[in-house]
């Protein structure tokens, strides 16, 4: 016992490095956040099951606090956790765009804040804080701090989006320290940022990179005692600083082999630390599950210096085909990888990209479009706020190579200037994807604005509509949308459709914008989903419809009937983990961007796996496999 507790006194101190495995919190629905509670108990938010589950100190599932929904105590898609002295637990309820506030025992206590971006509105926050006296709240889309009392009332806001310090870009967590001094994650800035208790300024540190204390895209931040721990998601780890920000070592081993855990950290998104500093908790939303650790020893330091990082593709969640190619974004690297699809196996002719504001430069790329011809790559860029066009360079015929020149920079559009400059946009705009029309419109989904922009080939913008369903405009029911992702159009370029990942729907609009019909619905059931990612529209007007939660792909005719299902959770051809982007390219194969197996595959018309393509080092060459097909496809 007193081994125990100096070992305790040790890490609140800062004096004794964490990064031992102890045990895992398995099957978790979408984990987004964790907090300890007394008596070696657990709370985790699982946002796909859009609720906050209590474990026991031995990992037992004591009770569910919420339920999805919209009323006053029932939840979407729950992120981040605070709880205070008094029990009170903070959830940030980031589907309502609220703070929702319960006891343990799954009392509701009350709501705070509504939608919008004055004072006391929210928008998709992330990150929640509590001590003593205030509330602190990572407002993550108003790339804001807002600051409350406990019981909820405004008190000020600080930030704003941008790139100097005192500035954020989708800041996705917050602590306090026992001085009231808050450390924010800024997220897409890839570094933290320490503020005095009524949110001054008073340090930062952290920059893109790979090497011990630089970061990529810190999520979360906790803090104990003389020491700061982040998850570095994007490499893949957790590190540790001192309270003035100096580098104080940290852990965490890239998982290589799929679904490796066991202390292999794949997108860790999220930390808890126990009250003694003694135990984190590590939350990885991309595996499904959480790994406390404990002190570590010395053969856990000597593995992490042992492990190479970077080395599996890293796609993110958009692919588009045209033409020979193929186009995918890799929002970590970050930049944009050209395929060329003449061979067997799509291969890399070409990437562009690093961490930057200027030309050829991305802060998170989350879309990529090629028009019909694919003389154009076109790039949303969601950290910058951007849109950015590239001239592929590439004659009929020319040999199979790779030339690191072949995408050009040709133009782009600031869209936080457009927004101030344009009356029709009136606000931010977070550009997340985008879809080519067979006469060139170029359309651009606004997940900030809830809307759609229609732009010219020369980036004028035409028309601004928004994303929602005449039926449901009075209520914002569950049915209207909440959190579009992804879009696309049909062949002839008269109907658009807007996929809502929450509301779990498709809006239909006419090129006007108007809204012709929605459909779909939440559920496990044949025809429903749990979290739609990725949209497509096949040659002959029917839809694919990627389902990340449930590792599968809906046929669906253009009004929604159901045509059939394809793919399971796995690695052989044909099964996914957690897909995401869908793409149709000329001769008819259908692309799937199988995000977390890091590959595409490629479908040929019966629904066959002809290819595959993605570093190999993570996951082995798809095997061939019966996949059983459901419904009529």
Same mark, same amino acid.
């Given at each position: ?10 890490? +609140? ?36 099951? &859009? ?87 990572? &407002? ?84 104990? /005692? ?100 193929? +186009? ?84 782009? !559009? ?11 946009? /009136? ?48 209520? =914002?029911?569950?049915?209207?949308? =909440? ?54 529209? +096949? ?74 393509? /993605?570093?190999? !080092? ?16």
């Amino acid at each position: 016992m007193l081994s125990l507790l100096l070992a305790s006194a040790a890490c +609140a101190a800062g004096d004794v490095q964490l990064g031992g495995f102890v045990s895992e919190y398995a099957d978790l629905a979408g984990p987004a956040a964790a907090v300890f509670a007394q008596g070696g108990a657990v709370c985790i938010s699982e946002a796909f099951a &859009d609720q906050v589950t209590v474990f026991d100190a031995e990992r037992h599932r004591v009770r569910a606090i919420g339920k999805r929904g919209t009323a006053p105590g029932e939840l979407l898609a729950p992120t981040g956790l605070a709880l205070a002295d008094d029990g009170e637990l903070y959830v940030a309820d980031t589907g309502n765009d609220r703070i929702s506030v319960f006891r343990l025992d799954g009392a509701f206590v009350r709501v705070i804040g509504v939608r919008g971006s004055g004072p006391s509105e929210f928008h998709s926050p992330n990150g929640v804080a509590v001590d003593a006296q205030r509330l602190y709240v990572a &407002d993550t889309r108003n790339h804001r701090v807002q600051i409350f009392d406990r019981a909820g009332r405004y008190e000020r806001d600080v930030g704003g989006f941008g790139c100097a310090r005192g500035e954020y870009r989708f800041p996705h967590d917050l602590a306090v320290d026992a001085e009231g001094r808050l450390y924010v994650a800024d997220t897409d800035n890839h570094r933290i940022q320490k503020l005095d208790p009524v949110g001054r300024p008073l340090a930062e540190w952290g920059v893109f990179g790979p090497f011990p204390g630089q970061l990529a895209s810190p999520t979360g931040v906790k803090v104990v /005692g003389g020491r700061v721990h982040v998850a570095d998601r994007d490499n893949h780890r957790v590190e540790a600083f001192d309270l003035g920000g100096k580098h104080a070592g940290g852990f965490g081993l890239h998982a290589l082999l799929p679904h490796e855990g066991a202390g292999k950290l794949h997108y860790p998104s999220a930390i808890a630390l126990a009250p003694d500093g003694a135990r984190i908790l590590v939350v990885e939303a991309f595996e499904h599950r959480a790994q406390l650790f404990g002190p570590s020893s010395a053969n856990d330091v000597a593995a992490q210096q042992s492990q190479e990082r970077n080395t599996a593709s890293h796609f993110g969640g958009a692919i588009d085909a045209a033409g020979v190619l193929f +186009a995918t974004v890799e929002p970590s690297a970050p930049g944009f990888v050209l395929h060329d699809t003449t061979l067997a196996e799509p291969a890399e002719i070409t990437r562009s990209g690093g961490f930057g504001t200027r030309i050829a430069q991305f802060v998170r790329p989350e879309a990529i479009e090629l028009d019909p011809k694919a003389e154009h790559a076109y790039v949303a860029d969601a950290g910058a706020a951007r849109l950015v066009d590239y001239r592929v360079d590439r004659p009929a015929g020319a040999p199979l190579k790779y030339d690191p020149a072949l995408a050009r920079f040709a133009q782009a !559009l600031d869209l936080a200037r457009l927004a101030k400059e344009d009356a029709r946009l /009136g606000g931010f705009v977070e550009p997340v994807a985008l879809e080519c029309a067979t006469d060139g419109a170029l359309f651009v989904l606004d997940a900030f604005g809830m809307r759609v922009l229609e732009l010219t080939p020369r980036f004028e913008l035409v028309r601004v509509f928004p994303i929602e369903d005449p039926k449901e405009r009075a209520a =914002r029911s569950l049915r209207s949308a =909440r959190a579009p992702v992804d879009l696309a159009v049909n062949a002839d370029g008269s109907e658009l459709y807007v996929l809502d990942a929450l509301a779990a729907r498709v809006f239909v609009f006419d090129r006007a914008g108007k809204c012709l019909r929605a459909f779909g619905e939440h559920g496990d059931g044949e025809s429903a989903f749990v979290r739609p990612a990725g949209i497509a529209c +096949a040659s002959d007007g029917s839809l694919w419809i990627s389902d990340a939660a449930r590792n599968r792909v809906v046929h669906v005719d253009a009004r929604g009937a159901f045509l059939g299902a394809a793919g399971r959770e796995g690695l052989a051809r044909g099964e996914f983990w957690a897909p995401r982007g869908v793409a149709f390219d000329p001769q008819g194969r259908r692309v799937v961007l199988d995000h977390g197996n890091h590959r595409g595959q490629v479908f040929d018309a019966s629904g066959a796996c002809v290819a595959a393509f /993605g570093a190999r !080092l993570y996951v082995a060459p798809p095997r061939k496999a019966a996949v059983p097909t459901t419904g009529k496809d």
